[in-house]
Each structure stands twice: as C-alpha cells, then as structure tokens.
C-alpha cells in the first residue's frame, strides 16, 4: 500500500505547480489586457499600428534582458547588472565596428561575447567566490558602468559611418509588413529561451538548482559549472539586447543603461518566476516585458509626469513581488 505514496505525492506537487504557473500567466495575460483597455480607452492615440510598434520595439531590450535574467532567477539568484551590462556590450559593438572599423559581424559578435564574459565572471563569483548574488552582480553593475564611461571617453559612439546596422533593429525583412526586425529577432529569442527552459537538460538544471541547490548537489550535479553556465548564457541575452539597442539608437549611449536591470527583473517576477527559484516561464516573462512596456508608453501618452510613472513602476514591482509571496506560501 505504501508503495504507490510517494509517485502520487510527486505527481499531486507537479500538477499543483503547472497549475499555479498556469494561473499565474493567465492573471497576468489579463492584467496585459486590462491595461491595454484601459489605455485605449484613454488616448485615441493609444491603438494605433504606429504606437503598436513603438510598444513591441521598446520591449526588445528589456524582454530579451528579462529572457537572460529568467534563468538566473529560476535559480535563486539574482542579476543587477544587466542595465549597464548592456550598455557596456554595446559600446564594445561600437568599439570593434567604429574604432577598429571591423565588419560588422565581427562587432556585433564582439558585443555579445562581451555580455557572455560578464555573465561567467558573475556566475563564477557567484558559484566559486561563494559571494552573494546581490554583492557579486552590483559589483559587476558598478564595474560596466564605469568601464562603459572609460572606454567610450564618456561620450556616444556613433554608427553613421555604417547605415546597415540600424537595420538590425529597426529594418523589416518581412516584405509589406512593417514590423522591425527587432521585434522578430525578440520573438527568436523568446523561442530559443522556452526550449532551453523546457525541452534541455540545461533547463532541467536550472530549475533543479532553484528547487533545492543542495539535493541537486548530492545527486551528483555540479551545481557550480551549472550555475556559472546559466549566468554565462544570460550573459548572452545581455550582449544581444545591448546590440540591439545600439542599432535602435544607431549609437552606443555609455550613460544608458541604469535602471533597466529594475525593468527586466519586474518583468520576470511579474511573468510568474518565483524570486525564491524553482518556478518560472519563459512565456510569463514575455508576458511580463509586455505588460512593462504597455505600462510606461501608456503613462507616457497620457502625459504623466516622468517621476510619477516611476512611481507607479515601482508599486507594480511591490505587487508583484507580494503576490509571489502569497503564491509560494499557498504552496508550501
């Protein structure tokens, strides 16, 4: 009679997680909803093709940011130097294609091996080190900010000289469909992330970790190689959005960049990824960036003053941050 406790008690825990994080997705689905609603019923200006766009394209950098950080969180960590990380992997795209004048490959390569270097050194301080992920990742805030500045002499580095890289990111491939290839490119990546998350041992790991890290370590995992993958490939994300945002802006800003980790990060907990690890998707993520970039273009068309939208931004983040809470003490 024993014998079959323990399956049914593992299958009665999956079955309430999937539907947790399903009703999670789904309440934030309708919060994205709601605000669309109420926006467009607020602004004529809200719902139309133009704005649309200017919503998907601002979402790119923070989404594919969020996309990184989802991983890190699933483990029970935490990355604060996202922002100026990629801003740093952006002024290393502009170094290798405007200083160096290399192809432009080559310099988006360059810019996305930057973020990748920042993830390791944050993971491996992290795992190694055994240095908090509040401490190892604002030290690495702290560390691309002031290197952005070093590096670019405090000033934008310009890509005129190469008009094709704007095309990254504001360009259409798709023939009669003005969507920005960037938008197409988050979607990509959106992809890419949901099949690491859900269909690799990558993302089996990364949930083991957030789960219960010391289980996964007697198991025989190395949790420290794994942790310093999983920082290494946010890393990745990083340089990517940072590369993204250069050709947005079609310069490298060194003074961009701070408060973007605040952003992403809101986006992941709103989505649904549990702050204590182990719960998370990539789809409640992409939820999420939406919903923070609905939030602020939606403000902003109202006219609402740039302190009292970082107000409001700051009490969306307290919420979601309570109703993970309230989530987690429910399943327990």
């Not at 219960?212 to 920082?231: F, P, Q």
């Not at 945002?245 to 961009?256: C, D, I």
């Not at 006219?303 to 109703?323: D, H």
Request: glycine share 12%; with cysteine.
């Amino acid at each position: 009679m024993s014998t079959g406790t323990a399956p049914n008690t593992e299958t009665k825990k999956s079955g309430n997680l999937l539907k947790s994080n399903a009703l999670q997705q789904i309440l934030a689905f309708a919060s994205l909803i709601v605000l669309i609603l109420f926006f467009t019923i607020s602004s004529d200006n809200f719902l139309n093709w133009t704005n649309i766009t200017g919503i998907l394209l601002s979402t790119t950098v923070i989404g594919i940011m969020a996309l990184g950080t989802t991983f890190v969180i699933m483990t029970g960590g935490i990355d604060l130097s996202i922002g100026t990380g990629m801003t740093l992997c952006a002024v290393m795209t502009g170094v290798f294609i405007v200083f160096w004048d290399l192809p432009i490959i080559v310099g988006i390569l360059g810019g996305i091996l930057t973020g990748a270097l920042m993830g390791f050194i944050s993971g491996f301080s992290v795992s190694k080190l055994k240095i908090p992920p509040f401490i190892a990742t604002l030290a690495m805030m702290m560390i691309a900010k002031g290197l952005a500045l070093v590096i670019s002499d405090a000033t934008p580095i310009y890509f005129s000289d190469k008009p094709s890289f704007s095309e990254i990111a504001l360009g259409s491939i798709i023939p009669g469909f003005n969507l920005p290839n960037g938008v197409l490119i988050f979607i990509i990546m959106a992809i890419i992330a949901g099949i690491l998350l859900t269909k690799s041992i990558f993302g089996r790991f990364t949930t083991s970790i957030g789960s219960n890290e010391e289980a996964t370590r007697l198991s025989g995992i190395n949790t420290d190689k794994w942790k310093i993958i999983i920082y290494t490939v946010a890393g990745v994300f990083t340089g990517i959005a940072g590369v993204l945002m250069a050709s947005r802006l079609n310069s490298a800003q060194p003074a961009l960049g701070a408060g973007y980790e605040l952003e992403a990060i809101a986006a992941v907990v709103i989505g649904g990824t549990s702050l204590s690890g182990g719960k998370g998707t990539i789809l409640g993520t992409v939820i999420g960036a939406l919903i923070m970039s609905v939030l602020t273009n939606g403000l902003r068309i109202m006219s609402i003053p740039q302190e009292w939208q970082t107000v409001v931004v700051g009490f969306v983040i307290l919420v979601a941050v309570y109703i993970d809470i309230i989530r987690r003490g429910k399943s327990s």
